[in-house]
């Protein structure tokens, strides 16, 4: 009778959890990093630091799952000082394509790249882009 009542009870603890299936699994992250230049006709670029910040802001970073085209996550690029960045922790593991939204006839040359995300590995992209600017 008291194994009969802990097999009850071990069984209503295990399958009680509607979502546990993705409780336990590894996941790994993810650093994209997009320098643009030239940002102006002539270098070096007068632009303050928040001037080259709302630049990058217009640009969304899409990330899809590579085998059905939906998109997941969309974020802004930040400006860190150097690059727009962008840095997304628990992706599970697979095949994610990166696109820039909006398109422009340069983000076309560049995107889509696709990032493979390991289990307890950080994978990081660095994409320079040539803005056309002269």
Same mark, same amino acid.
């Given at each position: 009778? =008291? +194994?009969?009542? /802990?097999?009850?009870? /071990?069984?209503?603890?295990?399958?009680s959890?509607?979502n546990?299936?993705?409780?336990?699994?590894?996941?790994?992250s993810?650093?994209? +990093?997009?320098?643009?230049?030239?940002?102006?006709?002539?270098?070096?670029?007068?632009?303050?630091?928040e001037?080259i910040?709302?630049?990058?802001?217009?640009?969304?970073?899409?990330?899809?799952?590579?085998?059905?085209?939906?998109?997941?996550?969309?974020?802004?690029?930040? +400006?860190?000082?150097?690059?727009?960045?962008?840095?997304?922790?628990?992706?599970?593991?697979a095949?994610? /394509?990166? &696109?820039?939204a909006?398109?422009?006839?340069?983000?076309r040359?560049v995107?889509?790249?696709?990032?493979?995300?390991?289990?307890n590995?950080?994978?990081v992209?660095?994409?320079?882009?040539? &803005?056309?600017? =002269?």
């Amino acid at each position: 009778m =008291r +194994y009969l009542f /802990a097999s009850i009870l /071990a069984f209503i603890l295990l399958f009680s959890c509607k979502n546990n299936e993705n409780i336990y699994l590894p996941t790994g992250s993810l650093d994209f +990093y997009l320098i643009l230049s030239p940002l102006c006709p002539v270098e070096p670029c007068k632009q303050t630091a928040e001037e080259i910040a709302k630049i990058y802001a217009n640009y969304t970073v899409v990330i899809s799952d590579s085998s059905t085209s939906e998109a997941l996550i969309q974020m802004p690029l930040k +400006y860190d000082g150097k690059s727009g960045k962008i840095s997304i922790k628990d992706l599970k593991p697979a095949t994610y /394509a990166i &696109t820039l939204a909006p398109p422009s006839f340069f983000t076309r040359k560049v995107f889509p790249i696709y990032a493979i995300i390991e289990k307890n590995k950080n994978t990081v992209i660095n994409i320079s882009l040539d &803005t056309g600017i =002269r």
